[in-house]
């Protein structure tokens, strides 16, 4: 491939973000110096992730009294691996949807690609493939930047039923048979598919004591409330971050890199739209230590998405795929199903991602409580990553 934009692999930025709605009560009674994440981070791709996580959960929006969860990082990886292939102004749409920054777009595009590289055995497994129909004949060059990129590549020659059986079966091994099946079928005209698929397993740093939860009214945007049951810390140290409205809390896990960050507001039920002005505090910086309790009812979240249309309204263009014989194809879905659940002892999250492309036309589609809707991340504070976000108008 002689057009297409060759990427220097950089350090790693990888962030998962999780953004929901459920409730917290924490009680702040001292802060102590704000926490900062370790020096290998890279500030740019936390910021430019909390900024896509929230961009992309009002994009998803239908209904303002609905949960909306989907994760940025597992989106953001799939579409750096289109990045490989891409003309300039394809890269450049893939960059602005993203919301990263123009001048540093294509090192963090390689960053998401190297999240992917092969590591010892941790609570975050990342990876992305391709599928490729053999009529694209993709050159020698390209098929290198996919070896270096740590893009597994499946041996079919045809995007037909065997294929689906693969890309199905690779995305339940990664998740760990979280998401048994990401595609229900082969699309019709597909010859390209960008795969990312990651899984998340931790215990919490501190545990809930499950002999303290216990049920606790959660207040609804219309102001009635329903009786939901809660997880609660008991007096402690922790991270929160405050301004005139909003209360957040940052939960870490045992494995010190990742934490659940929680938004909510301290008096009123907000909708989504209202979380904007504190959207940056989903990258998990910022936040003071101080003494305080939290609560958090136990959270099982899912979804099956087609980001297709939020991307684009983000920016993102369907043609503008180079390096193959014949004619481009464009991109015509983006499909993406997710999960999570956590409860007195820890979090799990699994996500997975498919970029389609085909020949066919394409289709343009303190007091910290939160019992009341709120914004949630799950962070890689090392690499940035936020791997799911979402609101939850009612958990």
């Given at each position: 491939?002689?057009d ?10 990888a ?16 802060a ?55 003309d ?9 949807a ?18 992917a ?30 070896k ?46 960008a795969l ?59 494995t ?53 249309p ?23 879905a ?40 709120f ?21």
């Amino acid at each position: 491939m002689t057009d297409a934009p060759l990427h220097r692999r950089t350090l790693l930025r990888a962030a998962a973000l999780l953004a929901a709605s459920s409730a917290f009560e924490t009680s702040m009674f001292c802060a102590a110096k704000a926490e900062t994440p370790a020096a290998s981070s890279l500030p740019s791709l936390a910021a430019s992730q909390a900024a896509f996580a929230f961009k992309l959960a009002k994009a998803l929006e239908t209904d303002r009294n609905a949960n909306v969860v989907s994760s940025p990082a597992s989106a953001a990886a799939a579409l750096a691996v289109i990045a490989l292939f891409a003309d300039e102004q394809l890269t450049q749409s893939i960059v602005a949807a993203l919301s990263l920054q123009p001048n540093n777009g294509r090192r963090d595009l390689d960053a998401l690609l190297l999240a992917a590289k092969p590591t010892e055995a941790g609570p975050l497994a990342l990876a992305n493939s391709l599928a490729l129909d053999a009529s694209l004949k993709p050159s020698a060059s390209l098929l290198g930047e996919f070896k270096q990129a740590h893009v597994k590549l499946f041996d079919d020659k045809a995007l037909d039923d065997a294929a689906l059986a693969h890309i199905n079966g690779w995305v339940s091994e990664v998740t760990h048979g979280r998401i048994p099946k990401l595609l229900e079928s082969m699309p019709d005209g597909a010859v390209l598919i960008a795969l990312n698929a990651l899984h998340f397993k931790d215990r919490w740093q501190t545990a809930f004591d499950p002999a303290k939860t216990e049920p606790k009214a959660f207040m609804r945007l219309d102001g009635s409330t329903v009786e939901k049951t809660f997880m609660h810390s008991g007096p402690r140290s922790a991270l929160f971050r405050s301004d005139d409205r909003f209360i957040a809390a940052r939960l870490p896990f045992a494995t010190a890199r990742f934490a659940l960050t929680v938004i909510t507001t301290k008096r009123e039920p907000a909708p989504l739209k209202d979380f904007e002005p504190v959207a940056a505090w989903l990258s998990g910086d910022g936040f003071e230590r101080g003494e305080g309790q939290i609560a958090i009812p136990p959270l099982a979240l899912s979804a099956q998405l087609e980001l297709k249309p939020a991307l684009n309204a983000l920016g993102l263009k369907d043609d503008g795929l180079i390096g193959f014989s014949g004619r481009p194809p464009s991109i015509t879905a983006i499909a993406q199903r997710v999960d999570f659940t956590a409860n007195e002892d820890g979090a799990e999250a699994a996500a997975a991602t498919a970029v389609i492309a085909s020949r066919s036309a394409s289709t343009r589609y303190t007091n910290f409580i939160a019992d009341k809707p709120f914004l949630l991340a799950l962070n890689d504070r090392t690499t940035g990553l936020i791997l799911l976000s979402g609101y939850v108008a009612t958990p």
